[in-house]
């Protein structure tokens, strides 16, 4: 679930065999052109409103389910579900993670993607993940 754009979101779960996402979706005219518009904006509580939907069509029991965010604007998402998570928060989600007794994960060791991925003169230098390629 992410507020990115599905053309972002739906290739990197297909690399990742994430089954379903959801995702802010572009308007397109009948002749397949991008309108400029949102179909859909997976934001606030638009995304909580989808996971209960989502939730609804498949019979997932939402008290169940696991929600992660670090973002204030997801705590609408957060509180659809009845585990909520709050990873390395921002100021205002650790606020309201701390008031509604969410569980707060901070990264202990964190690592800076830059010191992950080599990066060359054009940009990062990236492997293909099924063959291996650069």
Same mark, same amino acid.
């Given at each position: &679930?992410?507020?990115?754009? @599905?053309?972002?979101?739906?290739?990197?779960?297909?690399?990742?065999?994430?089954?379903?996402?959801?995702?802010?979706? @572009?308007?397109?005219?009948?002749? !397949? $052109?991008?309108?400029?518009?949102?179909?859909?904006?997976?934001? !606030?509580?638009?995304? @909580?409103?989808?996971?209960?939907?989502?939730?609804?069509?498949?019979?997932?029991?939402?008290?169940?389910?696991?929600?992660?965010?670090?973002?204030?604007?997801?705590?609408? &998402?957060? !509180?659809? +579900?009845? $585990?909520?998570? +709050? +990873?390395?928060?921002?100021? =205002?989600?650790?606020? %309201?993670?701390?008031?509604?007794?969410?569980?707060?994960?901070?990264? %202990?060791?964190? +690592? $800076?993607?830059?010191?992950? &991925?080599?990066? !060359?003169?054009? =940009?990062? %230098?990236?492997? /293909? =993940?099924? /063959?291996? $390629?650069?």
């Amino acid at each position: &679930m992410s507020a990115s754009p @599905a053309e972002i979101v739906e290739p990197l779960a297909t690399f990742l065999a994430v089954d379903d996402v959801i995702a802010t979706e @572009a308007k397109i005219d009948p002749e !397949g $052109r991008y309108t400029g518009e949102l179909a859909f904006y997976a934001y !606030g509580s638009n995304k @909580a409103e989808a996971i209960r939907q989502v939730a609804a069509a498949r019979g997932i029991d939402l008290e169940q389910s696991w929600a992660y965010s670090d973002s204030f604007t997801d705590v609408p &998402m957060l !509180g659809a +579900v009845g $585990r909520p998570v +709050v +990873v390395n928060p921002d100021r =205002g989600l650790a606020r %309201v993670a701390r008031d509604r007794g969410w569980e707060i994960r901070p990264f %202990v060791e964190p +690592v $800076r993607l830059r010191d992950r &991925m080599p990066v !060359g003169p054009l =940009g990062p %230098v990236t492997r /293909c =993940g099924a /063959c291996g $390629r650069r």
